[in-house]
């Protein structure tokens, strides 16, 4: 018998020394793909169970098997993990989560939809060889790329005498009486064109791949200019839409503020745009907690119509959209951003008719929490 079969009586047991070698034998079986995909959701509920189990041993054991598991539980797994008493387990929890990023800045290049499609490339090379398969490859990336810096320019291009029109009038506007409301407009559309500036060479890299520079940055702060920028977005003013904002000044991660900021937006617009098609008044609350000594939880929680399982799964697909308008860039890149950019987890859930969570945690250093 599996040892997943096994799992759930050894659990009623209580023999901690079977549960951890079960355990072990499980997390085996992930990472071989060996457990059934029907299996997967029971595993998670044992797992997010045994992460609180009173051993240590069996904790570290769930913190080691758990690095393979494709479920929405393993966010809360890996938080109870992090947090754990024992230096031993929050330490096996640290480092899943460091390589489950890299898993999925690995997967997040093999679902790449600007490669080639893979059978296409197969049938190629089984007619022509595998030097005609590398040359309809690079031949393919160098047109990618091209099209997406002739873009860009093209639209810096538009922006760049709009940008300068915008500091003139500020300059012109600047201490005239009477006229501080439109300067003060002006200074908030010049900024506007900065970060859409930012945006768009965030797109850029995102194509090429291209490391994030990191700077200090408050987290609240960043919360707060996205919670603003999406509300002044909307295409469709909401001025019955109440935002709840927990926001403590007194965390401080390592990050890029645009990227940031772009991926927050798109979560924050997509929270919006779920309470517009609800027949209820929308809410939608935005927080940010300590999770661990090693780890900041931001939550965006929304009452709007919410998704449905595959939804939820496809969301972060690139250019998969549920959207009539939509092009599925938002959520794809929001999880780039967060997971590939800055080691963090980005997860959702989420119910039709009932709303949305989405939970980020981003990795903190230990001497970041300012003293208050």
């Known amino acids: 018998m599996d040892s997943l079969a096994l799992l759930p009586a050894a659990v009623e047991g209580g023999d901690w020394q ?5 355990v072990e034998r499980t997390g085996e079986g992930l990472r071989l ?16 169970r045994l992460s609180r189990h009173e051993n240590w041993q069996v904790r570290k054991a769930v913190a080691h ?4 598991l494709r479920h929405d539980l393993f966010h809360g797994i890996i938080a109870n993990l992090i947090d754990d008493d024992n230096l031993w387990v929050r330490d096996i929890a640290r ?37 005609a398969r590398r040359s309809v490859v690079a ?23 709009l940008d300068t029109c915008l500091v003139n009038l500020e300059r012109d506007l600047s201490g005239k009486p009477g006229l501080e409301h439109a300067a003060d407009r002006i200074r908030r559309g010049h900024h506007h064109v ?36 999406a509300q002044q977005g909307a295409a469709v003013p909401q001025p019955t839409l109440m935002f709840s ?19 927050f937006i798109n979560i924050i617009t997509n929270a919006m745009e779920a309470c517009e098609a609800s027949d209820r008044q929308g809410r939608i609350a935005v927080s940010i907690e300590r999770q661990s000594e090693d780890f900041a939880r931001v939550l965006i929680t929304d009452n709007g119509c919410g998704m449905s399982r595959d939804a939820v799964r496809d969301c972060v697909d690139l250019f998969s959209s549920g959207k009539v308008s939509g092009m599925g860039f938002g959520l794809p890149i929001s999880r780039k951003v ?18 949305t969570t989405v939970t980020v945690l981003l990795p903190i250093e230990r001497l970041e929490m300012e003293a208050s």
């Not at 997971?339 to 709303?355: F, K, R, T, V, Y």
């Open 18 to 22: 079977d549960i951890r070698e079960l």
């Open 33 to 48: 793909s060996s457990v059934s995909s029907s299996r997967i959701p029971e595993l998670a509920q044992l797992f997010l």
């Open 65 to 68: 098997a758990a690095l393979y």
């Open 95 to 131: 480092k899943t989560l460091v390589r489950r990023s890299e898993l999925s800045r690995a997967e997040v290049r093999a679902q790449d939809p600007f490669d080639a499609d893979a059978a296409l490339l197969d049938e190629i090379e089984n007619r022509y060889g595998v030097k």
């Open 139 to 161: 031949a393919a990336s160098k047109l990618h790329h091209r099209f997406v810096k002739e873009v860009y320019h093209e639209i810096i291009r538009i922006l760049s005498p």
């Open 194 to 229: 900065g970060l859409i500036t930012e945006v768009l060479e965030n797109l850029r890299e995102f194509t090429d791949g291209k490391p994030a520079e990191t700077t200090r940055e408050c987290l609240s702060s960043i919360l707060k200019e996205a919670v603003s920028l």
């Open 245 to 263: 904002l927990l926001l403590p000044e007194s965390l401080f991660i390592s990050g890029h503020r645009s990227r940031l900021l772009q991926a």
């Open 338 to 355: 967060i997971e590939q950019d800055h080691s963090g987890i980005l997860a959702l859930e989420s119910s039709p008719g009932e709303g």
